[in-house]
């Protein structure tokens, strides 16, 4: 086994960028942009000059390379390779295994960015190591990861883990992101919890703190700053987003039974306090004998995904 | 690797034991008695005499046996470990593999009665090779069992693929027999469906050749056949049952996305008629990429059990 390891997470803005040793420590991190303009096709290059580039920096052997471990923002297949990414342009499937190890001669592998950033918690962060975790990353939209025995699981269409698009409300009339209708995204999300914030307050006159705000720019932050102040209307939202959310990780535990359920995401800088929020609902709905899974908050911040893609590599 | 396998499918009242090569043939099966009374004890000797009476019967010698592979109806722990399987008479932890190793000096892996069935359809049944499925039983409950890379998700609690007790409603005000509300099993089961007919034929006096049987003997397969026969209130049951159980599959579609889900179980007996019924709900409510998933009935019927234990093995 080569001395190191590159992960690389590729966002639609910027490409995030890590040099870890062996066991797993960080030894550098840097940025570039993201060049997705014409079809994205700077990206993969990009990635390999700048991969290049370090090893001249640190005076690394190419031979002493284990590896280079990809995040994508769309499905990865477990052969490395991308059906469609629209966010880096990609309109067709691009083979970014195939292509980086040409670029670069060092062996690539390939992940979706929720599922790499799941299982760089599970081994570094909030999991330290647990095998079997579940991440649900609460920001714009709502990501997740499976981790079973310590890997990803992909799904053969690259949808593993695709939790936010799990129906939570037939009866929802409003579409999702995807095109369906009920998914937690619609409720769970930053957005999805300012849209309930906003149903709940346009339902009736009930006071709230939140009436100082305009109700257009509610955002989730606003929401859990009140809840935190006892405010009874946010409580109220709180509690119907904790449900929503509990259920969904009920019901997504009786079917893989984590160790962890590990959340992530901006929401999840609102704290401690979501804990016992989702806790609740989790214990209510679940099956008796999984009801003591932990649940915690990620650790890792942004970081989780440049870990999990070095641990792609180091599996 | 020995050139024989056993594989010991532990029910309520009946073992049912197959003989194996490695290639997964099966050389013989019989069925001994489940003497569940005396808290169990008995049971695990029981099954180690026949093992032993089957080598010399087959002339085979120990160390020319791969191993023993049992499936139990309880929860089963990747160690080998039933914490509680009450249709057993198992009212503590038992060390199924230890003891079975003590008593027959061969290898022993165990694992849940519904995984065990759907690691034999992956195997030798409906998905014939297929390393990543999901299956669903239909009984007097509802099992499951959640293949990855050809292995089963045991769970950390041994509670993998639980999907029986999913939360399809939160509305529910009955309680399911595990003591929660709104669980897949009570509505997609034998039982579930009986209850769903009882309760539409009790809505309303529209007519149906239903109300030909005594509402309390009414079955899921009296359902079906009128469903057949085009009676439109049993086509309308059939469309809330199809619903349910094609929104749940697809939401375990969205988190593990397999290449195929196998519908198994008496409730399968209906046959060929229940794949588009769930079919048509499950693209209406998973994610775009995961709609083509195949789904298929189960092809092994009982013997799924003993496949998946030798399975179990030769992994």
Redesign the interface.
């Known amino acids: 086994m080569g001395k190191h390891v590159f992960g690389v997470d590729v966002g639609g803005t910027s490409i995030k960028m890590g040099l870890f040793d062996e066991s797993g420590s960080i030894l550098d991190k840097w940025e570039i942009e993201t060049r997705s303009a014409d079809g994205g096709k700077e990206i993969l290059p990009d990635i390999a000059d700048a991969i290049i580039e370090a090893l001249g920096r640190d005076d690394i052997a190419r031979s002493d390379v284990e590896g280079i471990g990809v995040g994508v923002p769309g499905?990865a297949l477990s052969d490395g390779t991308v059906?469609l990414c629209v966010n880096l342009g990609w309109r067709e499937s691009v083979d970014v295994a195939k292509e980086l190890e040409r670029l670069t001669g060092i062996k690539t592998k390939v992940g979706n960015d929720a599922n790499v950033a799941a299982l760089g918690e599970a081994w570094k962060g909030a999991g330290a190591g647990v095998k079997?975790a579940v991440m649900v990353t609460l920001g714009t939209g709502v990501g997740?990861g499976?981790i079973?025995?310590g890997?990803i699981?992909?799904?053969?269409?690259?949808?593993?883990?695709?939790?936010g698009?799990?129906?939570v409300n037939?009866d929802e009339l409003i579409p999702c992101n995807?095109?369906?209708k009920?998914c937690l995204e619609q409720y769970a999300s930053a957005t999805g919890i300012a849209r309930l914030t906003r149903d709940r307050l346009s339902k009736d006159d009930k006071a709230s703190s939140l009436r100082n705000i305009t109700i257009t720019d509610i955002t989730a932050k606003d929401l859990f700053d009140a809840f935190k102040a006892g405010d009874e209307l946010a409580v109220e939202v709180g509690e119907q987003f904790g449900?929503i959310l509990g259920?969904a990780l009920?019901?997504?535990?009786?079917?893989?039974?984590?160790?962890m359920i590990v959340i992530g995401g901006g929401v999840s800088n609102a704290g401690d306090v979501l804990i016992p929020l989702i806790r609740k609902y989790f214990e209510?709905?679940?099956?008796?004998?999984?009801a003591?899974?932990m649940i915690r908050l990620a650790t890792l911040g942004n970081d989780a995904g440049i870990y999990g893609c070095a641990r792609l590599v180091l599996d």
């Open positions: 499905p059906p079997n997740g499976i079973i025995d890997r699981v992909h799904g053969v269409h690259g949808a593993g883990g695709e939790i698009h799990i129906n037939p995807c095109g369906r009920g449900e259920r009920a019901n997504i535990s009786n079917t893989v039974d984590p160790e209510k709905y679940t099956f008796a004998s999984v003591t899974t």
